[in-house]
């Protein structure tokens, strides 16, 4: 079935015409243009198409677009302002925490929601949170150096 | 990949879902949060024509306490028991077996009705609930029944529910104040996999002595098993002997099939392995 809905993405109101069957990850891509989610698994293992919903991570590869109506809806381009990097992006930079950058989006992401939850996380939380985000450039130490860079530049005393 | 195409449609009460999913049969099927048969549609292994959608329900999605235990709604996520308050204070067995299912995403979506409705051997939720003596609630076109969790699960992707029928909630009694329970995972490819077997066991005992054993394990036959026959436990010592015993009845009750965590003799050794370390952990005893 064909519906009219509105979409909240990054803050904006997107009115679309999508079907009953379309995922998220159809929509974002291939009617709003947003590049950065995108499609690997595609049975929500390796966070490559993770998108926020409400400042939760979801997998948008097997989220019916209409199920995301009522929720805000948070890509990586929602998160900085057009000219800055999220202070997230600067530690990943910093860091030199991405080689192909295919799954940096989702990982962002994930850090965002994690860093927001549990501002101290130990180590092992990092990584249990992030054991769902898959990096096959194996940059994980790097991207676990990235966390602790974020989480400092994210702490209310040094905003 | 695309999803073939379907009709979402969306009632605003169990009886409307009820009604669509009458009218409509076979072509038909109720969706929670989708993790499972969205993907399966993706993949095309599974085809409906309709799907009822059950987060528009009101009231689906709430964990509540009530004199003799909790009831979680069928919509309740796996991320919302492991954080619950309520359910890490009354039941840790739970939120720590919620906590580990795939990862942080699947968690976030993943509902616990539609986790036990699909009814897959190996998941998590079914051993933990099966030992703490969960029961089912479900409405369907002849009314409102509930299902002792240990009914539910009936063969390979299997249950008791009846065409039509919706699964509303779960509901856990709580413990008694000297029991104890604990959930073993044991995965063999990564950790956010599904596992090879898991192992639930719950221990009440009073000055040193147990006086009553469940213990359920997932991955080990077409369905989650409860393990019978534990009443030879009641007032005994837990030793070397008492755990033979008890090792013996599970393995005559489970009957595991070779997947790709493991092979039948390989899942018959890690039963026995996993109950003996869970019996132990709830005894005191060193694992």
């Known amino acids: 079935m064909k519906r009219e809905i509105v979409l909240t993405v990054n803050q904006r109101a997107e009115l679309l015409t999508v079907e009953d069957a379309d995922t998220l990850l159809d929509v974002l891509r291939d009617r709003l243009k947003l590049w950065s989610v995108r499609e690997s698994c595609g049975v929500g293992a390796c966070g490559s198409c993770t998108v926020l919903l409400d400042g939760r991570p979801v997998s948008s590869c097997f989220l019916l677009a209409v199920r995301a109506v009522d929720h805000a809806i948070t890509t990586l381009e929602g998160l900085g302002d057009g000219r800055s990097l999220h202070p997230i992006q600067e530690a990943f930079v910093e860091e030199r925490a991405l080689q192909c950058a295919y799954c940096t989006p989702g990982f962002v992401l994930s850090v965002k929601s994690f860093l927001e939850e549990n501002p101290e996380p130990s180590d092992d939380d990092i990584r249990e949170y992030l054991s769902g985000n898959l990096c096959r450039c194996a940059g994980y130490a790097d991207i676990l150096r990235a966390v602790r860079a974020a989480q400092r530049k994210m702490a209310p005393s040094r905003a | ?287």
Not at chain 2, 155 to 167: F, K, S
Request: with cysteine; charged share 25%.
């Open chain 2, 1 to 287: 990949m695309t999803i073939q195409s379907f009709d979402l449609l969306q009632p605003r009460s169990l009886s409307e879902a009820v009604d669509m999913l009458a009218e409509r049969g076979d072509d038909a099927r109720p969706l929670g949060g989708g993790t499972t048969l969205v993907i399966l549609m993706k993949q095309r292994a599974l085809h409906y024509r309709y799907l009822v959608d059950l987060q528009t329900i009101p009231g689906l999605n709430e964990i509540k306490r009530e004199v003799d235990g909790v009831r979680i709604g069928a919509l309740v996520t796996h991320r919302m028991v492991e954080s619950s308050a309520l359910i890490r204070e009354a039941f840790p067995v739970l939120a720590d077996a919620f906590s580990r299912i795939g990862n942080v995403r699947v968690r976030q979506t993943a509902s616990v009705g539609g986790n036990l409705a699909h009814g897959d051997y190996r998941l998590d939720p079914p051993p933990p609930l099966l030992v703490l003596g969960a029961e089912v609630n479900v409405v369907g076109p002849n009314g409102a029944r509930t299902i002792p969790l240990k009914n539910f699960f009936r063969g390979m992707y299997e249950t008791a529910l009846e065409p039509a029928e919706v699964l509303v909630d779960v509901k856990v009694p709580f413990m008694e104040p000297d029991s104890g329970a604990a959930y073993l995972r044991y995965s063999t490819l990564s950790a956010n996999d599904w596992p090879c077997l898991g192992v639930a066991a719950w221990l009440r005992k009073t000055n040193g002595r147990c006086q009553e054993l469940r213990i359920a394990l997932g991955g080990v036959a077409a369905t989650p098993v409860l393990i019978n026959g534990l009443d030879f436990v009641a007032d005994q010592k837990i030793d070397d002997e008492l755990i033979a015993r008890l090792l013996d009845r599970v393995d005559q009750q489970i009957s595991p099939s070779g997947d790709l965590r493991g092979s039948v003799w390989y899942k018959r050794r890690m039963a026995r392995l996993f109950v003996r370390k869970a019996v132990e952990q709830l005894n005191g005893a060193p694992s």
